[in-house]
């Protein structure tokens, strides 16, 4: 997978759910047949990119908030990226 797929693939998240993006095991592991040094780069190269874009980024085992529910991200989910309110 080179950098302008990971682009396009965080750009087709955000053009999904702009608030809530999720990256799965599946996803990124199967899906994309990546190894598992692989997908632990392109998930430190995903959570760098979507913070730059003003999300909050919460990995596997990690507790996070959204939408008032306070949650952890469970095994099969590598990230977890929530948009953080903009401020006025």
């Not at 990256?23 to 199967?30: D, G, I, K, N």
């Not at 047949?33 to 913070?51: G, R, V, Y």
Request: net charge positive; charged share 25%.
């Amino acid at each position: 997978m080179t950098l302008e797929d990971l682009s396009n693939i965080i750009e087709h998240k955000i053009n999904q759910n702009k608030d809530f993006i999720k990256f799965t095991f599946y996803e990124l592991r199967v899906k994309h047949n990546l190894s598992e040094d692989d997908s632990n780069i392109a998930i430190k190269l995903i959570k760098q990119k979507l913070s730059n874009y003003g999300y909050n980024v919460y990995l596997t085992g990690e507790k996070y908030t959204y939408n008032s529910t306070e949650s952890v991200v469970p095994t099969n989910i590598l990230l977890i990226a929530i948009k953080s309110p903009t401020i006025k």
